[in-house]
Nanobody, 123 residues
């Protein structure tokens, strides 16, 4: 049974930074593409960033490029999302996802999901 647990969310002022973590237990972490998605109130779940199993390849959504960075530590079975220059429109529940059988940016292909962590950015 693969389990994902996110942490690091909270309340931050616009322009600030946060780092989210997602710990994974079960399965073979280093084989999984890992991703972050987010859902703002009243909106669909949106792709934020993804990273290959080795960490050599990454991809990010247009709305966060240049501000957010995804990374992973395969020795710790953990993936991170460093969020800088946060904006009020980044307010959302952030979800960690693992092991996709589809495109990295598509939420439909991921087999495992965390429960989410709330990020609130005040203006």
């Amino acid at each position: 049974q693969v389990q994902l647990v996110e942490s690091g969310g909270g309340l931050v002022q616009a322009g600030g930074s946060l780092r989210l973590s997602c710990g994974v237990s079960g399965g073979t972490f280093s084989r999984y593409v890992m991703a972050w998605f987010r859902r703002a109130p009243g909106k669909a779940r949106e792709f934020v960033a993804a990273i290959s199993g080795s960490g050599a390849g990454t991809s990010s959504g247009d709305s966060v490029k240049g501000r957010f960075a995804i990374s992973r530590d395969n020795a710790k079975n953990t993936v991170y999302l460093q969020m800088n220059s946060l904006k009020p429109e980044d307010t959302a529940v952030y979800y960690c996802a693992a092991d996709t059988s589809g495109a990295w940016a598509s939420r439909y292909g991921y087999h495992y999901w965390g429960q989410g962590t709330q990020v609130t950015v005040s203006s």
